[in-house]
Nanobody
Framework: QVQLVESGGGLVQPGGSLRLSCAAS????????MGWYRQAPGKQREGVSV????????VTSDSMKGRFTISGDIAQNTVYLQMNNLRPEDTAVYYC?????????????????WGQGTQVTVDS
């Protein structure tokens, strides 16, 4: 089993920045991909960015590319999401997810482990 704990969410003004963290524990040797998803009120959950831990390959949703950056500290079993130039439409609960497969995919069924989520609110 793998446990994922997100942190770093909060209230930020439009144009501001936040960095989310996701710490993994448990059977972390089985993880090959970690990623971020988000779910805004009344909307379906959507993929934000994923990282393949072995080779560092990443993919970020087109709508967030250039503003959001995923990175990882494998030694600390932690993945980060740096979010810049935040907009009110970025308001959502952000979830960390992990897969045992190395994949650059936002297909939710590929991800076995999920965190509880952290709230990000962008508002003036």
């Amino acid at each position: 089993q793998v446990q994922l704990v997100e942190s770093g969410g909060g209230l930020v003004q439009p144009g501001g920045s936040l960095r989310l963290s996701c710490a993994a524990s448990g059977s972390i040797f089985s993880i090959n991909t970690m990623g971020w998803y988000r779910q805004a009120p009344g909307k379906q959950r959507e993929g934000v960015s994923v990282l393949v831990t072995d080779d560092g390959d990443t993919v970020t949703s087109d709508s967030m590319k250039g503003r959001f950056t995923i990175s990882g500290d494998i030694a600390q079993n932690t993945v980060y999401l740096q979010m810049n130039n935040l907009r009110p439409e970025d308001t959502a609960v952000y979830y960390c997810a992990a897969s045992e497969e190395p994949l650059l995919s936002f297909k939710e069924s590929e991800y076995t482990y999920w965190g509880q989520g952290t709230q990000v609110t962008v508002d003036s």
